[in-house]
């Protein structure tokens, strides 16, 4: 779940392209990236760090253009290291740099058809270079000196058939445009917006649409699945279905936890959503235990505080913060190994004692994945004094896999995989430990939107709605991406001569 931001303007980006970027940081902390193009000539910068680490003065000053697109990374494939940091480039055709959010599930094999029959090098493991050089070569197949919209729909098209897997991307072709596409299942998201300009309009593309609101671009559409958009340098916007079998089946884990709640991803307003989460939690809540003992509420910052203060109105509890935050320390999931995720939960939460100190606690987060929040929050309670801790979860207990661009590569790494929900309440401590249903969830998004009837719920179920998962895929995943696996990725990654492609230092 990256970030992903393009911009086609009638003046320099790299500051608005900045902005976006800093607003899409919940969705990649790990490497942050820019290409902006002026005249026939691409301006890079890239490498690992958050957006006001990556990008100095000096960068800015050099990233001249009306034109560019950016990246803020989460590894799901590949390594972490700076020499995997988007957006990519290759030369021919034209010069093509593109970003991308998501994951391929047939990377290995398009990537050896690529160097057999394209002659192609992938020189990274990235499952984004192996997108960029599919489409790259399908435009090159196309063989115009100077590409038209069809000629970029022509090459999505390819691309799709080619790609499997959940990818939103943007690219940007040099000296004729910008285009973006989404994937057959519009699994990962992508909106576009306008701004109204003396000099005329300009348009962005954007993972979430809160890229949109503080550059003060206003919402067109999300682009839907397998469509792609292409406008040019002038300005010239042309869109075009380029996939057969489409459904929308977005993935839930966005409207849980990846999202920032002031988004609006599909018609649906990610923020409303969580509201329904907590008020159908508190329903469960009531019909398991309708003379519940509990005497307050306090939520697992940040993501759980909607659907808890939610819950917490729904069942007539006080609502109470019991743990600060340290508005210094990032997003503990998206962080890349256990060791730094586990110390950091600690370095992050610290409790209020008298919030808890001889009371019943209802502790809610979003979800619970590896545990490693859980554990340590329900210990911390129970440090300072709580009487008894419950446990609710908003979203359904995470049991399988993600293989559409979040890394949970290891059922095994997660708490859930083989246990039940009382099991899993032991193991985190909990005195109760209570869980959506996963009917509940998507009703709790689709009420939303009620034109969306599918989603991406594999890692709640197991389903894979791409249809492109098997048990070898799974496992061959699992070895390459478990958490002493990326250990050893990271390593070896940092011997090779990174940033090849970065024009700028
Ligand atoms: O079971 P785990 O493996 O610990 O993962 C789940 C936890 O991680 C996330 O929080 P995170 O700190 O990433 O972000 P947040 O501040 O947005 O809640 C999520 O909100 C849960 O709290
Ligand atoms: N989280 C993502 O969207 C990751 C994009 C891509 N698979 C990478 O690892 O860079
Ligand atoms: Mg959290």
């Known amino acids: 779940m990256c970030g992903i931001v393009g911009i086609v303007a009638k003046s320099n980006v790299n500051q608005t392209i900045f902005d976006a970027l800093t607003v899409l940081q919940h969705r990649g902390q790990d490497a942050a990236g820019m290409v902006t193009c002026e005249g026939n000539r691409f301006f890079l910068r890239k490498d690992n760090g958050l957006v006001n680490e990556v990008f100095r003065t000096r960068h800015m000053k050099r990233l001249a253009g009306n034109v560019g697109i950016g990246h803020v990374r989460y590894p799901t494939a590949g390594s972490s290291s700076s020499a995997e940091a988007q957006p990519f480039y290759v030369n021919s055709p034209y010069g093509i740099a593109l970003a991308h959010n998501g994951n391929l599930t047939n990377a290995d094999d398009v990537a050896e058809q690529m160097f057999r029959a394209d002659l192609r090098h992938i020189n990274t493991t990235s499952d984004s270079e192996v997108l960029l050089n599919v489409l790259a070569h399908e435009l090159q197949l196309q063989g115009k000196l100077k590409p038209q919209a069809e000629d970029m729909f022509a090459a999505v098209q390819r691309v799709h058939e080619r790609c499997k897997g959940g990818y939103a991307a943007v690219a940007l072709i040099t000296g004729y445009g910008m285009l973006a596409f989404r994937d057959p299942h519009g699994i990962r998201p992508l909106i576009y917006g306008k701004r109204e300009t003396k000099s005329g309009t300009e348009y962005m593309v954007a993972s979430e649409s ?24 002038a300005g010239n916007v042309s869109t075009q279905q380029c996939a057969e079998n489409t459904t929308l089946a977005p993935c839930l884990f966005e409207y849980v936890y990846l999202a920032r709640p002031d988004s609006i991803i599909d018609e649906v307003n990610v923020h409303i959503s969580r509201m329904r989460m907590g008020k159908k939690l508190a329903d469960k809540i009531r019909r398991e235990r309708p003379d519940h003992d509990i005497d307050v509420i306090i939520p697992i910052p940040d993501t759980s505080r909607t659907s808890a203060m939610e819950m917490a109105k729904e069942l007539g509890v006080t609502f109470r913060e ?184």
């Open 210 to 233: 809160v890229a949109l609101d503080i550059s003060g671009f206003e919402r067109v559409r999300d682009i839907a699945p397998g469509e792609a958009i292409y406008i040019d340098m």
């Open 322 to 505: 019991g743990f600060i935050k340290n508005r210094y320390i990032g997003r503990t999931f998206i962080m890349p190994g256990q060791v730094q995720r586990k110390k950091s939960v600690r370095r992050k939460l610290n409790p209020i004692g008298m919030e808890f100190k001889d009371k019943v606690v209802m502790l809610v987060d979003d979800s619970i994945v590896r545990g490693t929040t859980s554990s340590q929050i329900v210990q911390m309670a129970r440090d300072v004094g709580a009487k008894k801790v419950y446990f609710a979860s908003a979203a359904p207990p995470v049991k399988f896999p993600n293989v559409y661009g979040i890394d949970m590569p290891a059922a095994e790494e997660l708490i859930a995989h083989g246990r039940t929900d009382k099991e899993i309440g032991e193991e985190i401590g909990c005195d109760w430990m209570i869980y959506q249903e996963l009917d509940d969830l998507k009703q709790s998004v689709s009420e939303g939107n009620p034109s969306i009837t599918e989603f991406d719920t594999c890692v709640f179920d197991g389903q894979y709605v791409a249809g492109d998962i098997d048990e070898d895929y799974l496992k061959r995943l699992k070895a390459a991406r478990n958490d002493s696996a990326k250990g050893k990725n990271k390593k070896a990654s940092s011997n090779e001569s990174s940033n090849l492609c970065s024009k700028i230092d």
